[in-house]
């Protein structure tokens, strides 16, 4: 039977993940919107530091108190916004800013499926993760040299589909953990910060997949 304190406590936990990651969502739109007009190589290098640098502090502010690790974690997402600010404009610019808000909506599907699964099937996903982290660097790996040996469309859907896969896959692992983890305010931070970067990254593999498409159907018109 399942202790009725510990269920309380994982429901305690979800609800406190879902409040700040609705936050994150609404902080990360307007970050996006100001960022449209970033377009400058130093901007966006300066943007970058700041946000990695930023996954490394929002923990250590967690740690110190629950409202440092809030406000931490409303800067850091405010950043992430401006940061990817310019790419999903250019997106809106490729595939209409209706496609778009399709995406954003299809992940936050592609999420809720994923999430139920992961907390609610039962099903021990902890030999998950380091699977998970190959795959992530591997996707990294294959995203750099793409950089400078431009990919063909086919290998750039491939590409997408499988960065898709692996993010979808998080959602599961991420999910899971949260089933599993203590009721605390640092927990809920840390688990936000997973699933929003699970929940843009898949985002942004979709849209490039779209994009991708898009472009070889226009080639065929």
Same mark, same amino acid.
């Given at each position: 039977m399942n202790n009725p304190e510990n269920t309380l406590s994982k429901s305690g936990l979800f609800s406190k993940v879902s409040l700040l990651?609705?936050?994150?969502?609404?902080?990360?739109?307007?970050?996006?919107?100001?960022?449209?007009? *970033?377009?400058?190589?130093?901007?966006?290098?300066?943007l970058g530091i700041a946000f990695l640098a930023g996954a490394f502090i929002v923990p250590i502010c967690a740690k110190a108190s629950t409202s440092a690790g809030i406000t931490a974690l409303t800067v850091?997402?405010?950043?992430?916004?401006?940061f990817i600010g310019p790419c999903i404009h250019q997106y809106v610019h490729i595939l209409g800013w209706q496609t778009v808000c399709c995406a954003y909506l299809g992940t936050g599907a592609v999420m809720a499926g994923c999430g139920a699964v992961g907390a609610l099937s039962?099903?021990?996903?902890?030999?998950?993760?380091?699977?998970?982290m190959v795959a992530l660097l591997g996707l990294i790996?294959?995203?750099?040299?793409?950089?400078?040996?431009?990919?063909?469309?086919?290998?750039?859907?491939?590409?997408?589909?499988?960065?898709? /896969?692996? *993010?979808?896959?998080?959602f599961i692992?991420?999910? *899971?953990?949260?089933?599993?983890?203590?009721?605390?305010?640092? /927990?809920?931070?840390?688990l936000t910060m997973q699933l929003?970067?699970?929940?843009?990254?898949?985002?942004?593999?979709?849209?490039?997949?779209?994009? /991708?498409?898009?472009?070889?159907?226009?080639?065929?018109?």
């Open positions: 990651l609705s936050l994150s969502f609404v902080i990360s739109a307007a970050g996006t919107y100001l960022g449209q007009g *970033f377009h400058s190589m130093a901007s966006l290098i300066v850091w997402t405010f950043i992430s916004g401006l039962g099903v021990n996903f902890s030999n998950m993760g380091r699977w998970l790996a294959a995203g750099i040299i793409g950089i400078f040996i431009p990919m063909s469309q086919t290998v750039n859907i491939v590409y997408s589909l499988i960065g898709m /896969a692996v *993010f979808a896959l998080f692992f991420d999910f *899971f953990r949260l089933s599993k983890s203590e009721n605390t305010w640092e /927990a809920a931070i840390d929003y970067l699970d929940y843009i990254n898949f985002l942004l593999y979709l849209l490039r997949f779209l994009a /991708a498409t898009a472009g070889g159907s226009k080639s065929k018109d």
